[in-house]
């Protein structure tokens, strides 16, 4: 069983910066696995954000954010942070974090999700 926990979403003027956080825990959980955030508008799919590998020192971002996001990852303590910067109201959705292995996460299927945390972003 692997248990990802978000914390620090909540509202957000056009232009302002909010960081989330998701740590990672249970039995199930590998070091190894990648780890990332995907997010979902409301009535829209759920659309890569990026993700991180084990070490922590290759993220990939989507194209929507690129620039903006900054994802990384306290290897130590198995907790992904997303800093977002610049943010729109398009980048209003429920993030959730995700865990798997590395090609899992490219192609948004990894197997371990997170509940979700609403960001909304105010225009």
């Known amino acids: 069983q692997v248990h990802l926990v978000e914390s620090g979403g909540g509202l957000v003027q056009t232009g302002g910066s909010m960081t989330l956080s998701c740590a990672a825990s249970g039995p199930a959980f590998d070091d190894a696995f990648a780890m990332g955030w995907f997010r979902q508008p409301v009535a829209k799919e759920r659309e890569f954000v990026g993700t991180i590998n084990w070490r922590g020192n290759r993220p990939i971002y989507g194209t929507s954010v690129k620039g903006r996001f900054t994802i990384s990852r306290d290897t130590a303590k198995n907790i992904v942070y997303l800093q977002m910067q610049s943010l729109k109201p398009e980048d209003t959705g429920v993030y959730y974090c995700?865990?798997?292995?590395?090609?899992?996460?490219?192609?948004?299927?990894?197997?371990?999700w997170g509940q979700g945390i609403q960001v909304t972003v105010s225009s």
């Open positions: 995700a865990a798997g292995w590395g090609p899992d996460m490219v192609f948004g299927t990894p197997h371990h």
